[in-house]
Antibody
Framework: QVQLQESGPGLVQASETLSLTCNVS??????????WSWVRQAPGKGLEFLGS???????LLNPSLRSRLTISVDTSKNQFSLRLHSVTPADTAAYFC???????????????WGQGTLVTVAS | EIVLTQSPDTLPLSPGERATLSCRAS???????VAWYQQKPGQAPRLLIY???SRAMGIPDKYSGSGSGRDFTLTIRRLGPEDFAVYYC?????????FGQGTKVEVK
């Protein structure tokens, strides 16, 4: 069973870079078989898709964040990462990593999720 | 990007009743690539339905999805205490993937 676990600092200063890592077990990111994604949720708000990466297939980033967002993969550690630059308090949210249910088509829903990690941006 | 509007925002129901949740897209969703998720407080979302109508593994058949084009529905038959939660639809037919704002099913 695939498992995902987010890690990273819980507090980031405004204007700095938010960096999170998602550690994966039970599957190989380097297989290039699934999309790996980041989703966030501001306190008391709904879900926001940030972006996805397919090893060997590129990234899909939310246009609203594209200028500040980087998603990358480290196959040697079987993890993928998010870097969000120039953060503001509006970036305060729980950040979730997720894996698609399957390879393509109708299976590109987020079938597996990490538990999420809360990141607060201090002004 | 495709905007998803869920209705109602809040759905007060009693245990045992049927819940019908709506998700309308601003344009037709490619190949009906719509998913439904359930989220409880302090937890990650859980995938219920993908491809508009297919139940994810381990999801009981009290949950069903329907719809096509721009209009999609999640139906929960006979609400149990575990079903009171927030439900989100998502389209993944076009980039970027987008979520609806959520419907909270609460105890009446």
């Amino acid at each position: 069973q695939v498992q995902l676990q987010e890690s990273g600092p819980g507090l980031v200063q405004a204007s700095e870079t938010l960096s999170l890592t998602c550690n994966v077990s039970g599957d190989s990111i380097g297989s290039g078989y699934h999309y790996w994604s980041w989703v966030r949720q501001a306190p008391g708000k709904g879900l926001e898709f940030l972006g996805s990466i397919l090893y060997g297939g590129g990234t899909l980033l939310n246009p609203s964040l594209r200028s500040r967002l980087t998603i990358s993969v480290d196959t040697s550690k079987n993890q993928f990462s998010l870097r969000l630059h120039s953060v503001t308090p509006a970036d305060t949210a729980a950040y979730f990593c997720a894996r698609d249910l399957g390879r393509s088509g109708s299976y590109n829903a987020h079938g597996f999720w990490g538990q999420g990690t809360l990141v607060t941006v201090a002004s | 990007e495709i905007v998803l509007t869920q209705s109602p925002d809040t759905l007060p129901l009693s245990p045992g009743e049927r819940a019908t949740l709506s998700c309308r897209a601003s344009q037709s969703v490619d190949s009906n690539f719509v998913a439904w998720y359930q989220q409880k407080p302090g937890q990650a979302p859980r995938l219920l339905i993908y491809g508009a109508t297919s139940r994810a593994m381990g999801i009981p058949d009290k949950y069903s999805g329907s719809g096509s084009g721009r209009d999609f529905t999640l139906t929960i038959r006979r609400l149990g205490p575990e079903d009171f939660a927030v439900y989100y639809c998502q389209q993944y037919g076009s980039s970027p993937r987008t979520f609806g704002q959520g419907t909270k099913v609460e105890v009446k």
